[in-house]
């Protein structure tokens, strides 16, 4: 099957899998959405939202409407590295056998990440750069596709260990979850105070997720998309000749290239699952905010002023 076939067909595919979703997650589109961009691009995400906004429910839909393993780990300021890992114990030949930890499963959902010290996180961050663990100094390799979905709760802040900024950017999209529409709360409470179960059928196997995933990078990008992808991010930059006046004014640290690698691959699926053959400026504009907003440090005057980082970013167009 050719290329342009494949579009065509993820294309429907993506159609069925979000009215598959909706099933059970009401609302909320636009996350779902760039939930689904990350896995196709092969990303990690960071979900940052208050309690109780079905976070896990909607991973957990996600996986299944997929047909992939999910996993939970509840991060806590007692959780070891080998917690999330596995451990070698000995067996009763007197042989060093390995129990895998949770980390072991195709979805991960890391829930409230930065209430865990950085020597866990940090266990976590390797297996999401490497898709492999070491431990013992045995490395395994973690079966594909691999997706961590991290959350954090931006409300409470006591006992939280902030993840660092270079740990930040190895997830490809920090996604804002807002409170939902009344409507859509008057669809939940409806949905989710019956005895009504909806089940969810698996439409994808892992294979065929990562012939998507092979599929978005084979897509073809005109130069002129990477130059504004690469420009805006180096607009970013306070210290550079090119950053734009409102970075001067509000911005301590801008995003590094990992941004517009970022920002090109999932400019590429977002341009797939709407039926383009290859992506335009649009396709990087509705990548953007989720993209940079984790990657651009604020300073005091921004925090003063209230300048929220949606606002930096929309200069930036």
Same mark, same amino acid.
């Given at each position: ?67 992939l ?15 999330i ?24 959902l ?25 431990v013992?100094?045995?490395h ?21 260990y ?21 409507q859509?709360e ?5 949905a ?14 892992? *294979?065929? !997720?990562? &012939?998507i ?8 990008v005109?130069? @002129?998309? +990477?130059?504004y #992808? ?14 734009? *006046?409102? !970075?001067? &004014? ?11 690698? @970022?920002? +090109?691959?999932? #400019? ?5 699952i ?11 504009q509705a990548?953007?905010y ?23 970013i929309?200069?930036?167009?």
């Amino acid at each position: 099957m050719s290329d342009v076939a494949k579009v065509e067909q993820l294309v429907n595919k993506y159609k069925t899998l979000r009215s598959e979703i909706a099933k059970v997650i009401v609302g909320q589109e636009e996350v779902v959405n760039q939930i689904l961009i990350s896995i196709f691009s092969g990303g990690h995400a960071l979900l940052i939202g208050v309690p109780g906004l079905a976070k896990t429910l909607m991973v957990n839909t996600i996986a299944q409407a997929l047909g992939l393993d999910f996993k939970r780990i509840q991060f806590t300021p007692d959780l070891m590295p080998s917690d999330i890992l596995g451990s070698e114990i000995l067996d009763e030949d007197r042989h060093f056998k390995f129990i895998k930890g949770p980390i072991f499963a195709n979805i991960i959902l890391a829930d409230e990440i930065n209430r865990t010290p950085p020597k866990t996180q940090a266990a976590l961050l390797e297996a999401m750069q490497e898709r492999a663990v070491t431990v013992a100094g045995h490395h395994y390799k973690l079966s594909l596709p691999y997706f961590v979905l991290a959350t954090q709760n931006p409300i409470e802040q006591e006992g939280t260990y902030p993840l660092p900024e270079a740990q930040l950017d190895r997830f490809m999209f920090a996604i804002n979850l807002d409170y939902p529409s009344f409507q859509e709360e008057v669809e939940v409470v409806k949905a989710t105070t019956s005895d009504k179960k909806a089940s969810v059928n698996p439409l994808f196997t892992s *294979e065929e !997720i990562i &012939d998507i995933q092979h599929l978005i990078r084979r897509i073809p990008v005109a130069d @002129n998309v +990477i130059e504004y #992808a690469v420009k805006m991010v180096g607009k970013t930059r306070p210290n550079t000749t090119t950053a734009a *006046e409102m !970075i001067k &004014d509000y911005v301590d640290w801008g995003a590094g290239p990992r941004a517009s690698q @970022n920002l +090109i691959l999932a #400019a590429k699926t977002h341009a797939a699952i709407h039926g383009k053959f290859s992506p335009d400026i649009e396709n990087v504009q509705a990548v953007a905010y989720s993209i940079l907003r984790h990657r651009i440090i604020k300073n005091y005057k921004a925090e003063a002023e209230g300048i929220s980082e949606e606002q930096i970013i929309k200069s930036l167009f």
